[in-house]
């Protein structure tokens, strides 16, 4: 079946710096979707993407839609204590089909 | 986005009963799913609640284990049947609105068997 890849784990900052989270597949999808859970929550939807090469920003956030349809990447600029939480992405092969999910990084900001 | 809520929001059961949970949402969305979320692990769908039909389930969960119920546009429940230790798990409500390729998650339910 369709595989996301994640890695690593877990990924240790400090307040204030910049970190990048990448996301890569064996097969093409048409959307990407990066969320993040804080303990004891559900998943937050952060950012969408749609087209390939689409760059997406949310405040502090940007994600990108690989050219090839088989990666995106996620970027945390000047990372702060709230910030800290699990990072999913998921994506979707096509119309009607169902979401996959990667297994997430776990990320720690140092105050 | 729509606003989804779960009750309970978590519980502590015994092995061999059931807990059933609600999902409500304040608007009408198309696509309704079910998924579960074991302990440090990523989300596995169980199935999809369809509106007056009943739910697909994905392999591995069945509708004995996992009845799930769809009475309308806004409102879901999961039942976990005969739990065992093993279900232990959060288990969270989506849905999708046909306007937007997105999935929007549940506060989920955190359930612990004894």
């Known amino acids: 079946g369709q595989q996301l890849n994640q890695s690593p784990q877990s990924m240790f900052i400090q307040e204030g710096e910049d970190v990048s989270m990448n996301c890569t597949s064996s097969?093409?999808?048409?959307?990407w979707l990066w969320y993040k859970q804080e303990p004891g929550e559900g998943p937050v939807l952060l950012i969408a993407?749609?087209?390939?090469?689409e760059l997406t920003s949310n405040g502090r956030l940007t994600a990108q839609f690989g050219i090839t349809r088989k990666d995106s990447f996620l970027n945390i600029s000047a990372s702060i204590p709230s910030d800290v939480g699990i990072y999913f992405c998921?994506?979707?092969?096509?119309?009607?089909?169902?979401?996959?999910f990667g297994k997430g990084i776990t990320l720690s900001v140092r105050p | 986005s729509a606003v989804i809520s779960q009750k309970p929001s978590r519980d502590i059961c015994q092995r061999g009963t059931s807990l059933t949970i609600q999902c409500q949402v304040d608007?009408?969305?198309?696509?309704m799913f079910w998924y579960r979320q074991q302990p440090g692990q990523s989300l596995t769908l169980i199935a999809t609640?369809?509106?007056?039909?009943?739910?697909?389930?994905e392999s591995g969960f069945v509708i004995d284990k996992f009845p799930i119920s769809r009475p309308n546009l806004t409102f879901s429940t999961l039942t976990v049947s005969n739990m065992s230790p093993e279900d232990s798990s959060i288990y969270l409500c989506?849905?999708?609105?046909?306007?937007?390729?997105?999935?929007?998650f549940g506060p989920g339910t955190r359930l612990t068997v004894l």
């Open positions: 989506s849905v999708e609105e046909s306007s937007a390729d997105t999935q929007y």
């Open positions: 097969s093409i999808f048409n959307t």
């Open positions: 993407l749609y087209k390939a090469g």
């Open positions: 998921a994506g979707r092969s096509g119309a009607n089909s169902k979401l996959t």
């Open positions: 608007s009408q969305v198309t696509m």
């Open positions: 609640a369809n509106q007056g039909s009943e739910a697909t389930y």
